[in-house]
Structure formats: C-alpha cells, structure tokens
C-alpha cells in the first residue's frame, strides 16, 4: 500500500470540519456540532457456538451489544442538560424539585458529506439514555470538556436512506 493510499472523496479527506452532528427527542433543543469535540461509537455481536465430540457444529444468530459516548464542550454539555431536564420534567421523571435526567431517552444522529462530494454518510444511535458525566477541567487555554457515555438500544449506518445494523 503507497503513502497515499488514503480514503479520499474527490480528492478531499473527510475531517471533523464536515461532520454534523443532530441531538434529538422528546422536544429537546438541537445540539450543534461545535457544542461536541468528538462521538465514539461501538457495535459488537457476540456469537454463540454449539458443539459436537468436541468441535464446533454451528453457530447462533448472536445478540448485538453497543456502546456510544459523547464528548462535549462545557457549553454543549449545558445545551443538553437544559435539554434534558425540560424533557425530564414534561415526562414526569422527578423526584422532588430533582429532574432524574438519566431516564429521558433520545437520538443521535452522525451525518458528513465531504467537500466536493454528494455522499452522506449516516450513523443512527438510538434510543440513547444518558449513563454518567465526567468533566474534564485542567489548568491552561483548553476548553472544559465532558465525557458523557451512553446506554443506546441500536446503532445503524445508513445506506441509501435505509437503516443497515450488525443483527
């Protein structure tokens, strides 16, 4: 493989610049690009083996697991919590005068078309919910970030309008 043998789109490498990225659900404000430093997603099938005298015969179906995360700047990460606490509040998910944010679920979606190019490029991440927060604040000119990993029930690529998952 040369140097140059790189995925390129009409000459132009696809970069974070052309990324968008959507939040949204239960009437919650959209989250914009520049509010997020970065989306980490994974999607795993674990497969089951039957055997016989020993050696393998067959395989199950499977079942699909997947893991999401968001890292967001401090002024993203206060976008969504607004967010989701109206969200949690309409639904009731309150204890007292605290809005239990965690319980509100919502969507992600992950879309980039590089310059010169009329491709879309999707990824889905549905039915998200919220599993922790950690805020990440150092001395010096960077900007406050916080990592905030989900529960999602299924992430798909789109492909030609429809949604393409693992099972």
């Known amino acids: 493989m040369a140097n140059n043998d790189f995925p390129l789109y009409n000459g132009v490498a696809p970069s974070w610049a052309d990324v968008e990225v ?6 919650m404000p959209l989250l914009q690009s520049e509010d997020v430093k970065a989306v980490n997603t994974s999607a795993t099938v674990e497969v089951g083996t039957q055997y016989a005298g020993g050696r393998p015969k067959a ?4 079942q699909a ?6 890292t967001l700047y401090r002024s993203g990460y206060d976008k969504l919590l607004r967010g989701l606490q109206a969200a949690a509040e309409a639904k009731g998910y309150v204890r007292g005068d ?9 969507n992600v979606t992950l879309r980039h ?4 190019s009329d491709a879309i490029f999707e990824v889905q991440m549905l039915g998200c919910r919220v599993l922790a927060r950690t ?6 000119t960077d900007p406050d970030e916080v990592e ?4 999602v029930l299924e992430i798909a690529d789109v492909v030609d309008g429809k949604n393409v998952v693992l099972l």
């Open 148 to 151: 905030v990993p989900l529960s």
């Open 98 to 106: 605290l809005a239990r944010i965690s319980l509100v679920n919502f």
């Open 65 to 70: 697991s997947y893991e999401a995360s968001l």
């Open 113 to 116: 078309t590089p310059p010169g």
């Open 59 to 62: 395989r199950t179906t499977g």
């Open 135 to 140: 805020l990440n604040s150092t001395q010096g």
């Open 22 to 27: 959507l939040i949204s659900g239960l009437d």
